[in-house]
């Protein structure tokens, strides 16, 4: 079973709120990953957790929060985010940290007003 | 950040048509992984390549890795409608941190 759940599928928000994204696996899978995507271009690498703790952060501004709280779940927090905010945010996950195969979750849709 | 040199970026063929598309580096990869990614859904994996020269099938698809390591290249024979997407190529470069860089993308359009 590859399956990287996330939800919801479809958010939409205003600049001053608060919300979260959220991500789950039951592959065992000790990495975790969250993308970033504009429409037509490819996904673009925002943060990488390993055995649950944060590797790489790709200078990602601290209005994206990630979280994550065991091994199978992994959260993205919103705050104060922008227009150009607006994106399909990824997550996937990977059996070893940057090695092998990524796999993963439909998306979330995220529109900023 | 870095991206990879994905060709062509879409196309438009007849369905049965077979298609090629290419992935080139400037630098050396140690491992290639093709996804398909439809409209509003994330990637899905398709075929991964972890050996020089490695040459692998996946039904109609075949995808190798370059002898040089700089390259990768994705072949779908006899396509069909739903082969509609776009395919991005994925490669590690073996640094310091081993991340994934994505192939900018080939927009495959199939007419019946």
């Known amino acids: 079973d590859t399956e990287v759940t996330q939800t919801p599928k479809h958010l939409v928000m205003g600049m001053t709120n608060k919300k979260s994204l959220k991500c789950e696996q039951h592959m065992g899978h000790r990495a975790m990953y969250w993308y970033k995507q504009k429409a037509k271009k490819p996904p673009e690498l925002m943060f990488v957790?390993?055995?649950?703790?944060?590797?790489i952060n790709e200078s990602v501004p601290s209005r994206f929060s990630p979280e994550c709280p065991n091994s199978s779940l992994l959260n993205l927090h919103l705050h104060a985010l922008q227009p150009e905010d607006s994106a399909l945010y990824l997550c996937?996950?990977?059996?070893?940290?940057?090695?092998?195969?990524?796999?993963f979750g439909e998306g979330s849709r995220l529109t900023v007003l | 950040g870095q991206q990879l040199n994905q060709s062509p970026q879409s196309m438009f063929i007849q369905e049965g048509e077979d298609v090629s598309m290419n992935c080139t580096s400037s630098?050396?990869?140690?491992?290639w992984l093709w996804y398909k990614q439809d409209p509003g859904e994330g990637p899905v994996l398709l075929i991964a390549l972890y050996k020089a020269g490695e040459l692998t099938s996946n039904g109609r698809l075949t995808a190798q890795f370059g002898i040089t390591r700089k390259d990768s290249f994705l072949n779908i024979s006899a396509s069909i409608p739903s082969d509609v997407g776009i395919y991005f190529c994925?490669?590690?470069?073996?640094?310091?941190?081993?991340?994934?860089?994505f192939g900018t993308g080939t927009l495959l359009a199939v007419q019946p």
């Open positions: 957790y390993s055995y649950e703790k944060l590797s």
């Open positions: 630098s050396i990869f140690n491992t």
């Open positions: 994925a490669g590690r470069d073996g640094g310091a941190t081993n991340k994934l860089i």
């Open positions: 996937a996950s990977s059996r070893s940290p940057n090695t092998g195969e990524l796999f």
